[in-house]
Structures are given as C-alpha cells and as structure tokens.
C-alpha cells in the first residue's frame, strides 16, 4: 500500500485523466478500500481541490473547476508539452511574455532532470518570413474569442480595417457580430473563422484587428463548414484572396516532386512529366517573380502574363549589361 502522500498524488492523477470515476474503481486502482478514497478525496478538497461526489450505483468522484488554481500534477509528456507551449507563447501574443516566462521557470525548476535535459535541449527562436511581419495579439481579446467560440455564443466586436488600424476605430459605429466557430493561426496571424450574421456569410477576422465588445450575444447552433474541415477552408480562403499582387505561371525542366520540396508551400506545382512541372507562384513585384523562378538552376519557359515576361526580358537586358561591364 502506497504511503498517504504519495497515495494523494497517485488519486490526484488518476482525477485528472479522466472525467468521472467510479469509487469502487478508485478503491482497486490504489489497492485501497472505499472508506480510505473517500477519506483522501476530503484530504484534497482541504487542499483546495473541488472534487465533487457524482450519483450512481457505485457512486464516484469528479474534479471540477475551483475558484482558485490548486497545484497541479502532471506526467512526463504533459510537463514537457507544457514547457514547449510556454516557449512559444511569447512569440505573438501581448500580454503573457512576463507570465510565459515566470511559469516556464516555475516548470522548469520542479522538473526532474531527464526532463529539464529535454526541456532544455529545445531554443526557440523567432524568425520572422521575410518581410511580412506577424500581428502581435492582445492576450485578453484572444482570450475573449476563444470563450466565445468554446461557449457558442455570439461575438460582438469592433473591427479596423488598414485605415483605422492607424487612426482608431470609430466607437460610433455599430459593433460587428458573428457567430464565432474557430481560431486558427495562418502565416504567423491569427484568424477567427465566424458566419457574419449582418453580412450572412463565412468571414476570416484577423484577430489583431478586432476589439471585443461585452456582453456578447445568445448562444447559437453551429452551423456547417462549406469545405471538409476547418483547414481547407482556411486554404481556399485565402488562395482566393491572394495578398499578393504580381502572380505569373512558368515551366520548370525539373521534377515536380523536387521542386515542391523545395517550395514549401510557396506555390502551386503541376506535374507535366517526369522531368518537368508548372509552377504558379506570387510577389510583390514582376521583377521579384522573375527572379524567383530564374534561382531554381533549371531551364525554364515562362508562360505569362506578359508583365512577368516583360519584366524578365528588362532583368536579362540588366544582367547582359553587368556581365560585359565586368572587367576581363
């Protein structure tokens, strides 16, 4: 039989796995008898911990949410999850860089060390993609919206556009309300996926751009995507939407399957046989376009438009130039 202290923990963790558990159940698992679960239950609600008796033939116990956090109990995988989440909270969210970072030590210094060694093997560092820069979130706006959308309730929100982003919102104006379905990160942004009940239609919010207004709205029945999931929609949304403005298409004399390793996601890739692909990519400029596809160190054709060929004709002119100025 386990010793009192070590019997609590092995009681909490088993709480925290499940939902409900029987107490006959509980009793087996720490090789106890009943009376002494429903002894050590009351030792952890002195400690803080609500759990809760639940009805049944059996009876059982459950561990419900407090007013105050307890200590928590977690397993090798979890501390170690938590630590990586705590890294990465900093890199987007305003807010919770002090907090992140008070509770990664706190993790850190209780953990055992062929933890920590794991912990502290992992250094994330944040690289921005080229110039795009990526929308720092306000930690209780994101909060707000996730309740929301957990609550399935309807979201009232101020909404700034590029304009207002730099001037302010008009405070006048009505407030935007959807029903919120999913947060989803795209491109180091994070996004509200929401059906947008004045415009009647699925939107995308960056949630940087929206200000939470309270109270919210009635709760609501989720309604259905219009793609397989969450992540195909997002997709779809914003291939449609391209940001970028120059888009031109060329045929590469290289396997379809290296350069869409290669690509990462940067373009569209057809297979036109096994030593040739199509490729549909975007930039800011024609120049830029050109270029870009001229860094693969293959042949290739460039099918249009015809600004993306002019711009590589007036690219080759310039090379030409550099290469007869060099001296011999």
């Known amino acids: 039989m386990l010793e009192t202290s070590a019997r609590l923990l092995a009681l909490l963790s088993l709480l925290q796995a499940r939902r409900d558990w029987p107490g006959r159940t509980l009793a087996d698992r720490l090789e106890v008898s009943p009376r002494t679960v429903r002894r050590d239950v009351d030792r952890l609600r002195e400690l803080g911990y609500p759990v809760q008796a639940t009805r049944g033939p059996d009876g059982g116990y459950r561990l419900d949410a407090g007013s105050e956090l307890p200590p928590l109990l977690f397993d090798d995988d979890q501390a170690v999850a938590v630590a990586v989440a705590l890294q990465t909270a900093t890199m987007n969210v305003q807010g919770v860089e002090e907090a992140a970072l008070r509770a990664l030590a706190t993790v850190r210094q209780v953990m055992p060390a062929r933890l920590r060694h794991r912990v502290d093997a992992l250094r994330v560092t944040r690289v921005v993609k080229n110039t795009w820069r990526e929308a720092d979130i306000d930690a209780e706006h994101l909060l707000a919206i996730g309740m929301a959308?957990?609550?399935?309730?309807?979201?009232?929100?101020?909404?700034?556009?590029?304009r207002e982003m730099a001037e302010g919102v008009d405070q006048d104006r009505p407030p935007r309300r959807t029903e919120p379905h999913h947060l989803v990160t795209w491109g180091g942004r994070w996004y509200l996926v929401g059906w947008d009940l004045d415009r009647k239609d699925w939107r995308t919010y960056?949630?940087?751009?929206?200000?939470?207004?309270?109270?919210?709205?009635?709760?609501?029945?989720?309604?259905?995507?219009?793609?397989?999931?969450?992540?195909?929609?997002?997709?779809?949304?914003?291939?449609r939407h391209d940001p970028l403005p120059c888009r031109g298409t060329a045929i590469l004399n290289a396997p379809a399957a290296v350069v869409n390793d290669w690509l990462r996601g940067q373009g569209v890739v057809e297979d036109f046989g096994p030593d040739r692909c199509r490729v549909t990519a975007g930039s800011w400029s024609w120049t830029g376009l050109a270029a870009w596809f001229g860094m693969f160190d293959v042949d290739f054709e460039l099918v249009g438009p015809p600004e993306l060929r002019a711009a590589a004709a007036g690219l080759a002119g310039r090379f030409s130039r550099a290469v007869g100025a060099a001296p011999s």
């Open 206 to 239: 960056r949630v940087d751009r929206m200000t939470p207004r309270s109270p919210g709205g009635p709760r609501f029945t989720p309604r259905t995507l219009p793609a397989p999931d969450v992540a195909a929609f997002i997709a779809e949304r914003f291939e």
């Open 149 to 162: 959308v957990r609550a399935r309730e309807v979201l009232r929100f101020d909404y700034a556009g590029r």
